[in-house]
C-alpha cells in the first residue's frame, strides 16, 4: 500500500508573478518551467498581504491576517495560532515529519528588545548550534535571522548582516565561518567587476556562489531530504529561500547572465500620483517624504521598503540582478528536484513552488513593496505539481497562496482544521472539474511606525477586477484589468463602474467574521 505522498514547498521571497520563467518577461527559468509543463501553474494568484511576515503566516495557517493576527510586518505570530492552525503542526500529528529550512520570518528579527524568540536579533543569542526545534509546528528547522545582507544599520541592530556569531542562527554561524575571519562578509560586500554600485542596494557582488544563502539553503534542503529518505514516515518539507529580496546582490556568473541594456523594463514607469487616493500623494507626493537609501545618499534617511526612484540606466542595472538571482534559485531548484529523482521520492511527492509576495521593480515609478497594491506586487506566481495534476494545465481563476495549506491536508488525506480560509486546490488541477473560484482577498492594517500614517486596507481580485478599500477613509482603488491591465485608471469614483464595485465591497464583505478583536502589538518593524 503506497504511504501518503510527501509534500514540498519551496518558496522565495519578492519574486513578481512575471517573473517566473513562464512569461511575458525574459526571466530564465528553466526548472520551474519543467515542473510546470509536468503540473499545473495558476496564473491569477494572489498574496494575502503585500508584505512578508503577515503572508507567510497565511501560508502556514490558512488564515488571513486579521484573523491569524499578523496584520504587518513587524508583529509575531502566536505560537498557539500555529499550533491550532499551522499545517506542519497538523501534518506531524498526522505522521509526518515536518521541517522547515531558510527563512522563516514569522517572528521579528528587528525588535524594539528581546523577545525570546529565535528569530529576534536579540534572542538569538540563546539557540545555539544543537537547537533544530521545534518552531511553530516543525519539528525540524535550519534557519537565518535574517537572509538579506545589508550595509545600513538601524539604530536598533546590534551589528550589520548578516548578524555575527553569537547573534544569528544556522545560516549565519555557517556563513561566518567560510573562509578566514570576516572573508566572506568582505568578498560579498566587494564588487565583482570593479565597479561598485550600480543603483540603489545594487552590485554585482564577489561573494563566491558557494558561500551563498541560495546554496546553503539548497544544500541542507537536499541533506534533509537523504535523512527522510531513510525514514519510514512521509515528510513535509519547506524549503524557504530569501531572494530575490533586495539588495539586488547577485554573484557571479548569474550577474552576467542578463545585460542590463536587454532587459524588460514596465511599459509605465512614471511616477502617476494623479487619480490614485490620498495615501498615494502622501507618501510619494514630496520627494523629502520618500526617503533615500543610505547606500547612495549617506545623508538621508531610511525609510521602510522605499528606495529613491531609479533613472532608467539604474533601474536596469536592478533589473538585470533580480533576473539574475531569480535564475541563481532556479538552479537551487532543479538540484532538489533532481535529488528527489535520485532518492526515489519523485512519484510520491507533491510539489509546490511559490513566493511570499511580489516586487514593483519600477511599475509606476515605484520600488520594492508598499501600499500601493498593484499587480507587480500583489500578484504571485504559483506551480504545483502533484500525482493526479493534469500537465501543462493552467488555472487562470482567483487563488490564493494560503489556500496551499488546505490543499497539502487534501493530498495528504487529514481533515482540515476547523474555520479555515483555506480552500483545497485539487480540484482545480483538473480541467475537466466544474469547481470556479470568484475571488482571492488581500489585507493589511499598516500602522504609523511603517510609514507615519495608518492604514486599514482590504483588497478583492476577481478575473477581471481589482478592488482596494480603505476602510478608515473610504477612499480606494478599482481597475478594470481587462480594459486596462497597466492599471493607468482609477475607476474607483467612476459612476459607470458603481454596480462592479458595490459586488466586490459584497465580496470583500464577505469575508468571515473572525476578525480580531485586538490585534498584537508590534514587537519590532520587520
Given at each position: 500500500?503506497?504511504?501518503?505522498?510527501?509534500?514540498?514547498?519551496?518558496?522565495?521571497?519578492?519574486?513578481r508573478?512575471?517573473?517566473?520563467?513562464?512569461?511575458?518577461?525574459?526571466?530564465?527559468?528553466?526548472?520551474?518551467?519543467?515542473?510546470?509543463?509536468?503540473?499545473?501553474?495558476?496564473?491569477?494568484?494572489?498574496?494575502?498581504?503585500?508584505?512578508?511576515?503577515?503572508?507567510?503566516?497565511s501560508?502556514?495557517?490558512?488564515?488571513?491576517?486579521?484573523?491569524?493576527?499578523?496584520?504587518?510586518?513587524?508583529?509575531?505570530?502566536?505560537?498557539?495560532?500555529?499550533?491550532?492552525?499551522?499545517?506542519?503542526?497538523?501534518?506531524?500529528?498526522?505522521?509526518?515529519?515536518?521541517?522547515?529550512?531558510?527563512?522563516?520570518?514569522?517572528?521579528?528579527?528587528?525588535t524594539?528588545?528581546?523577545?525570546?524568540?529565535?528569530?529576534?536579533?536579540?534572542?538569538?543569542?540563546?539557540?545555539?548550534?544543537?537547537?533544530?526545534?521545534?518552531?511553530?509546528?516543525?519539528?525540524?528547522?535550519?534557519?537565518?535571522?535574517?537572509?538579506?545582507?545589508?550595509?545600513?544599520?538601524?539604530?536598533?541592530?546590534?551589528?550589520?548582516?548578516?548578524?555575527?556569531?553569537?547573534?544569528g542562527?544556522?545560516?549565519?554561524?555557517?556563513?561566518?565561518?567560510?573562509?578566514?575571519?570576516?572573508?566572506?562578509?568582505?568578498?560579498w560586500?566587494?564588487?565583482?567587476?570593479?565597479?561598485?554600485?550600480?543603483?540603489a542596494?545594487?552590485?554585482?557582488?564577489?561573494?563566491?556562489?558557494?558561500?551563498?544563502?541560495?546554496?546553503?539553503?539548497?544544500?541542507?534542503?537536499?541533506?534533509?531530504?537523504?535523512?527522510?529518505?531513510?525514514?519510514?514516515?512521509?515528510?513535509?518539507?519547506?524549503?524557504?529561500?530569501?531572494?530575490?529580496?533586495?539588495?539586488?546582490?547577485?554573484?557571479?556568473?548569474?550577474?552576467?547572465?542578463?545585460?542590463?541594456?536587454?532587459?524588460?523594463?514596465?511599459?509605465?514607469?512614471?511616477?502617476?500620483?494623479?487619480?490614485?487616493?490620498?495615501?498615494?500623494?502622501?507618501?510619494?507626493g514630496?520627494?523629502?517624504?520618500?526617503?533615500?537609501?543610505?547606500?547612495?545618499?549617506?545623508?538621508?534617511?531610511?525609510?521602510?521598503?522605499?528606495?529613491?526612484?531609479?533613472?532608467?540606466?539604474?533601474?536596469?542595472?536592478i533589473?538585470?540582478?533580480?533576473?539574475?538571482?531569480?535564475?541563481?534559485l532556479?538552479?537551487?531548484?532543479?538540484?532538489i528536484?533532481?535529488?528527489?529523482?535520485?532518492?526515489?521520492?519523485?512519484?510520491?511527492?507533491?510539489?509546490?513552488?511559490?513566493?511570499?509576495?511580489?516586487?514593483?521593480?519600477?511599475?509606476?515609478?515605484?520600488?520594492?513593496?508598499?501600499?500601493?497594491?498593484?499587480?507587480?506586487?500583489?500578484?504571485?506566481?504559483?506551480?504545483?505539481?502533484?500525482?493526479?495534476?493534469?500537465?501543462?494545465?493552467?488555472?487562470?481563476?482567483p487563488?490564493?497562496?494560503?489556500?496551499?495549506?488546505?490543499?497539502?491536508?487534501?493530498?495528504?488525506?487529514?481533515?482540515?482544521?476547523?474555520?479555515?480560509?483555506?480552500?483545497?486546490?485539487?480540484?482545480?488541477?483538473?480541467?475537466?472539474?466544474?469547481e470556479?473560484?470568484?475571488?482571492?482577498?488581500?489585507?493589511?492594517?499598516?500602522?504609523?511606525?511603517?510609514?507615519?500614517?495608518?492604514?486599514?486596507?482590504?483588497?478583492?481580485?476577481?478575473?477581471?477586477?481589482?478592488?482596494?478599500?480603505?476602510?478608515?477613509?473610504?477612499?480606494?482603488?478599482?481597475?478594470?484589468q481587462?480594459?486596462?491591465?497597466?492599471?493607468?485608471?482609477?475607476?474607483?469614483?467612476?459612476?459607470?463602474?458603481?454596480?462592479?464595485?458595490?459586488?466586490?465591497?459584497?465580496?470583500?464583505?464577505?469575508?468571515?467574521?473572525?476578525?480580531?478583536?485586538?490585534?498584537?502589538?508590534?514587537?519590532?518593524?520587520?
Amino acid at each position: 500500500m503506497q504511504r501518503k505522498p510527501n509534500i514540498v514547498l519551496i518558496t522565495s521571497d519578492q519574486q513578481r508573478w512575471d517573473c517566473f520563467g513562464l512569461g511575458p518577461r525574459s526571466v530564465r527559468m528553466p526548472h520551474l518551467a519543467r515542473l510546470a509543463a509536468r503540473g499545473v501553474s495558476f496564473d491569477c494568484a494572489i498574496t494575502p498581504n503585500a508584505v512578508c511576515q503577515p503572508a507567510r503566516a497565511s501560508i502556514l495557517t490558512g488564515l488571513l491576517p486579521l484573523t491569524h493576527g499578523v496584520a504587518d510586518n513587524g508583529i509575531d505570530l502566536d505560537p498557539a495560532v500555529a499550533e491550532r492552525h499551522g499545517f506542519a503542526s497538523h501534518l506531524q500529528r498526522a505522521g509526518y515529519h515536518c521541517a522547515l529550512i531558510g527563512k522563516a520570518h514569522f517572528s521579528s528579527k528587528a525588535t524594539f528588545a528581546p523577545t525570546g524568540r529565535p528569530e529576534c536579533q536579540y534572542s538569538s543569542v540563546d539557540f545555539g548550534p544543537d537547537w533544530n526545534g521545534p518552531y511553530m509546528g516543525f519539528e525540524h528547522v535550519e534557519l537565518m535571522v535574517v537572509g538579506h545582507f545589508s550595509r545600513v544599520v538601524p539604530p536598533n541592530h546590534i551589528s550589520e548582516m548578516p548578524f555575527h556569531p553569537p547573534h544569528g542562527l544556522h545560516f549565519e554561524r555557517w556563513f561566518h565561518g567560510r573562509g578566514a575571519e570576516g572573508e566572506a562578509r568582505a568578498l560579498w560586500m566587494s564588487s565583482s567587476d570593479g565597479q561598485g554600485m550600480l543603483a540603489a542596494q545594487t552590485w554585482n557582488s564577489g561573494l563566491p556562489p558557494a558561500w551563498h544563502s541560495t546554496t546553503w539553503v539548497t544544500d541542507r534542503s537536499i541533506a534533509c531530504l537523504r535523512e527522510r529518505a531513510q525514514a519510514n514516515k512521509p515528510f513535509c518539507l519547506w524549503v524557504s529561500y530569501p531572494d530575490p529580496h533586495h539588495p539586488f546582490d547577485c554573484p557571479e556568473p548569474w550577474n552576467r547572465m542578463y545585460a542590463p541594456e536587454e532587459v524588460d523594463l514596465p511599459e509605465h514607469r512614471t511616477l502617476d500620483l494623479g487619480g490614485r487616493p490620498w495615501w498615494h500623494r502622501k507618501l510619494y507626493g514630496q520627494k523629502e517624504q520618500i526617503g533615500f537609501d543610505q547606500y547612495t545618499n549617506p545623508k538621508g534617511t531610511q525609510k521602510v521598503a522605499r528606495i529613491d526612484r531609479p533613472s532608467e540606466a539604474e533601474l536596469r542595472h536592478i533589473t538585470a540582478n533580480y533576473y539574475g538571482m531569480i535564475s541563481f534559485l532556479d538552479d537551487g531548484l532543479g538540484r532538489i528536484v533532481s535529488a528527489l529523482q535520485d532518492l526515489g521520492l519523485a512519484d510520491n511527492t507533491v510539489i509546490a513552488y511559490t513566493t511570499d509576495h511580489g516586487e514593483l521593480l519600477g511599475d509606476h515609478g515605484l520600488m520594492l513593496k508598499g501600499p500601493t497594491l498593484y499587480e507587480g506586487l500583489v500578484r504571485i506566481g504559483m506551480v504545483l505539481v502533484a500525482p493526479d495534476a493534469r500537465a501543462g494545465h493552467v488555472v487562470d481563476q482567483p487563488v490564493s497562496s494560503l489556500d496551499l495549506a488546505a490543499t497539502f491536508y487534501d493530498f495528504a488525506g487529514i481533515e482540515a482544521p476547523a474555520g479555515m480560509h483555506s480552500r483545497s486546490l485539487r480540484k482545480l488541477l483538473d480541467p475537466g472539474s466544474r469547481e470556479t473560484r470568484d475571488f482571492a482577498l488581500n489585507e493589511w492594517r499598516a500602522g504609523s511606525r511603517r510609514y507615519g500614517i495608518t492604514l486599514d486596507l482590504r483588497m478583492v481580485r476577481t478575473d477581471r477586477y481589482k478592488a482596494i478599500f480603505e476602510l478608515g477613509s473610504g477612499a480606494g482603488e478599482l481597475y478594470d484589468q481587462q480594459e486596462d491591465p497597466h492599471e493607468l485608471v482609477n475607476r474607483f469614483d467612476d459612476p459607470s463602474y458603481r454596480t462592479v464595485l458595490g459586488e466586490l465591497r459584497q465580496m470583500m464583505n464577505s469575508r468571515p467574521a473572525d476578525m480580531l478583536d485586538e490585534l498584537p502589538q508590534p514587537s519590532g518593524l520587520t
